[in-house]
């Protein structure tokens, strides 16, 4: 539990979301997302479907839902809710699929509780995830100017 200490936070366009990570519900994924921080991956990526009262996703190398990094994450789905501000994996039906994809909820989305898993959640900045430019995918797509790993 000593990621408990550790916080992550998003620069966008409009300013910081930090997030609250989970380790004990996903530990594998919170490395992992830990990990791809810290190498730089998410700097520069956009939020290629934001889907107001639905999700926020991101974390797509090629910006389109379609990429990846090759390294598939063992689900660890938990019965934590997803809940307005959860940080959650995205994957594709395989449920061991998820890879360096994630999505934020915008609004409570119970028919996602115990199918994806939950590894955060948003603490402070959701008003910046809520600016973000609507669409699938948006005109023009908002961007993790930053993203770090920091101690609490």
Same mark, same amino acid.
């Given at each position: 539990m000593a990621d408990t200490e550790k916080k992550l936070v998003f620069t966008l366009e409009g300013g910081d $979301?930090?997030?609250r990570l989970r380790p004990d519900l996903a530990p594998r994924? $919170?490395?992992r997302i830990c990990?791809? *921080?810290e190498q730089g991956f998410y700097d520069g990526l956009t939020f290629h !479907? $934001?889907?107001d009262g639905f999700v926020a996703q991101g974390g797509c190398p090629k910006g389109t839902g379609t990429g990846g990094t090759g390294k598939k994450i063992p689900a660890e789905f938990s019965k934590e809710k997803h809940v307005r501000g959860t940080m959650s994996m *995205? !994957?594709?039906m395989d449920p061991n699929s998820a890879d360096c994809q994630f999505f934020i909820c915008l609004d409570a989305v119970p028919y996602l509780d115990e199918q994806y898993t939950v590894w955060g959640e948003v603490e402070s900045g959701m008003e910046h995830v809520d600016a973000l430019p609507k669409?699938?995918?948006p005109r023009k797509p908002g961007k993790i100017i930053k993203a770090e790993v920091v101690e609490a």
């Open positions: $979301v930090t997030i994924h $919170v490395d990990e791809l *921080a !479907r $934001v889907i *995205a !994957r594709t669409g699938e995918p």
